[in-house]
């Protein structure tokens, strides 16, 4: 029997608001336990929650950079359970009327573009952290994290495989990012998926029972968890067992899913309107002011670089993986021809793209500006220098050794491109190695190769290989 995945994820990003998103207190990584949590957060009694208008303005970003409604009035509603680490016995969260609604997220697996719905996007409030280690047999409790902003992204049951996943968890913390409403960073826990997974045999109009895998943190680990959870699956049905709805964790220790607990139901939750917080009005005046501030999407950025200098959408996904990147792209290509753009395209992605992993630098840190890089590829563009000397001026650029034109004076890398000159190194090559003259007439065209390196070593590498190679053909007669 064939079988088809069907996920649907639910995505944490956390807003990156200076404090939360019902209190001033601070949002900032890292502090000791307990220190940021002030009375609205530790849910002293006769505290009020006031609603943070930055983390308002944040999901009215987002909702404008994926195409969805925004709803108005939207509605902040108690999400009721227990847990120790939840002082007020409730969550505050929107349920039946979020802020953002609808919108899509169009996401590249392989050479095909497919489109992910989105259902919605709502504000809440982060719970704070139990910690089970360091306290001997108990749980420590901090509530530095309870009350930090937070938009669930929910999309559809849209996508049909781990890649597909993983693209769009990709593609959407790209987005979060470019827009500025999210740092994304995963270790922090600033941005987190929970990944719902269902099989059906293929064809089948239903979907299957699904079960929700709980705070995957990285992209591997979404993919690892998914992977296994369908195998998990079309295990239990091939045997003839059912599927449980569930919620699971994922131990990437083992690389299972292991159940948590059955799944509750909304009602379960006992969602109700909260009465502390009003109806969430926005204007039109305050959606049009957002959108004026919006920085041009990826999408955009990708259509004006195919379109201005013929980039493939595959080069130009590259370049849009981030904002600062495409800036930096945009920088060293500005005012360049087709080829000079495609060439800085091809240095960004390739050399400078590669030194920053090795480095484990942003493009932000890069130790070559686009100037500067700009610098390079007008000299390879005007044929000055051949694209292997490029590499070496690329080198001392990095290690700060200064511009291009600098570095090729300095190390006398000029490439030899005057065809008198060549022609003259050519002529002497020739006399040299009647050899290999004969043995190319003679129809070996491996002499040809043998004859251009010899030109080469002739000038250390400085002969335009392109002119060396006509010029050889011409004489040869070959
Ligand atoms: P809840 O809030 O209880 O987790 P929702 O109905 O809002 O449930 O759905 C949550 C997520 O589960 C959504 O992303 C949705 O696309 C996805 N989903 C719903 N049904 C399925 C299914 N049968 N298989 C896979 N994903 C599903
Ligand atoms: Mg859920």
Redesign the pocket.
Known sequence: MKWEV?????THAQLSTVSKIFSGASTAFGAEPNTQACGVDIALPGVLPVLNTGAVERAIRFGLAVGARINSPSIFARKNYFYPDLPKGYQISQYEKPVVEGGSITIQVGDAEKTVRL?RAHLEEDAGKSLHEDFHGCTGIDLNRAGTPLLEI?????MRSAEEAVAYAKALHALVRWIDVCDGNMQEGSFRC?????V?PAGAKE????R?IKNLNSFRFLQQAIEYEVRWQIGELEDGRAIQQATVLFDPDTGETRMMRT????HDYRYFPDPDLLPLEVTADRIAAVRAAMPALPAARREQFCAQFGLTPYDAGLLTASRELADYFSAAAAGADARTGKLCANWISGALSARLNEEGLEISQSRVTAAQLRGLVDRIADGTISGKMAKDVFDGMWAGEGDADAIIAAKGLKQISDSSEIEKIVDQVLADNARQVADFRAGKEKAFNSLVGQVMKATRGKANPQQVNDILRGKLGG
């Open positions: 069907v996920i649907g994820l639910e259902t929910v999309s559809e049951p849209d929970d990944a719902n997974v269902s059906r979907f299957g029972t699904r929700e799944k509750e139901d909304a």
